[in-house]
């Protein structure tokens, strides 16, 4: 097993709303879409599979928007200790054209819904991991990081050789 679990995630704002995974267990919470990478796929490939799995929806990965790390040795007491350490990278991501969000076909155990929250409710609702705030601050700066991928860079010119 890995020593830190990468999740990919997508950040999907539309109309001052946010696209949220609604899960009913033991009570209502919700999640941003996303799940674990998969052996042999780019974060961005994980984030547009991991938004199609919970949304059955296609999504263009834009900017790296927020990170978060889950470290069960040193979290709050919201979660299990049992969980893995975890570092969520959340990416902005645009729906593709004709792409409407939906609950999928093969939904994840306890996923009931996949629903728009305006903003400004966010803090009416139970939101896991409960960055509410750090959300709500992107979406104000739009301060994000691009994702720089090896395979994109110029090769390296090597000294002496053609």
């Known amino acids: 097993m890995a020593h830190v679990r990468i999740r990919c995630t997508g ?20 999640n941003l879409p996303g799940g674990g990478l998969e052996p042999g796929e780019t974060i961005a490939e994980g984030v547009a ?29 919201d979660y299990g200790i049992d969980e893995q350490h975890s570092l969520h990278l959340i990416f902005e991501c645009a729906l593709k054209e004709n792409a409407v969000p939906r609950l999928p076909d093969r939904p994840d155990p306890n996923q009931s819904a996949v629903k728009w929250i305006p ?19 992107y979406l104000e700066n739009r301060t994000s990081m691009p994702l720089i991928e090896d ?12």
């Open 11 to 30: 950040l999907i704002v539309e109309n001052d709303a946010v696209l949220l995974i609604e899960y009913d267990d033991n009570g209502i919470h919700y």
């Open 49 to 77: 599979r991991e938004v199609w799995e919970e949304t059955a929806a296609e999504v263009d990965v834009g900017p790296l928007a927020l990170i978060y790390e889950f470290t069960p040795h040193k979290q709050s007491g």
């Open 119 to 137: 903003v400004a409710e966010l803090d009416e609702i139970l939101l896991i991991p409960n960055m509410k705030d750090q959300i709500k601050q």
């Open 151 to 162: 395979y994109r860079l110029e090769r390296l010119a090597v000294a002496g050789k053609e």
